[in-house]
């Protein structure tokens, strides 16, 4: 097993928050990684989110949260988002995570502060956002440590 190292501290609020969910959005990827297509859809009992659902989600997420909340693009919520079909595939969600998170850090590194306020999401500012997107990531990674663990017995890191 490897360690994976913490973020460390920084003087750069941005970075420091930019740097956890980076790490966080890494402990979701890696208990996906080396699941097959068959373990990665399967939820326990029908209960909580398959892998892939975790991952999917988490995207939406960021996508509603930087392009819809805080630029005011338009964006939905779908309840498939949570129970993707067989056409997902363990790379193509990945892919669209990876790239997903590029975009939010790219959008949030292009401002010029953390108090700039959301477009669409009324008393908050792009602090809260982050803040937000951090207790959704690490929810979730909590979420897939569990499935993962009742898919293969896998844990750790």
Not at 25 to 52: C, F, I, M, T, Y
Not at 59 to 87: H, S, Y
Request: hydrophobic share 40%; aromatic share 6%.
């Amino acid at each position: 097993m490897t360690l994976v190292q913490l973020p460390g501290g920084s003087i750069d609020e941005r970075e420091l928050l930019l740097a956890w969910l980076a790490y966080l959005r890494g402990a979701v990827v890696r208990k996906v990684e080396g699941v097959d297509e068959q373990g990665a859809h399967w939820r326990p009992e029908g209960r909580l989110l398959s892998l892939l659902g975790i991952v999917n989600h988490l995207t939406n997420v960021e996508w509603r949260w930087i392009d819809g909340g805080f630029l005011g693009e338009p964006t939905e919520r779908r309840e498939e988002e949570f129970t993707p079909d067989d056409t997902l595939t363990v790379p193509d969600a990945l892919a669209r995570y990876r790239a997903r998170a590029a975009s939010t850090d790219r959008t949030v590194r292009s401002l010029a502060s953390l108090d700039v306020p959301c477009q669409r999401e009324e008393g908050t500012d792009l602090r809260w956002v982050l803040l937000h997107l951090l207790n959704e990531t690490a929810r979730h990674a909590g979420h897939a440590d569990a499935v993962r663990e009742l898919l293969d017995g896998t844990t750790g890191e």
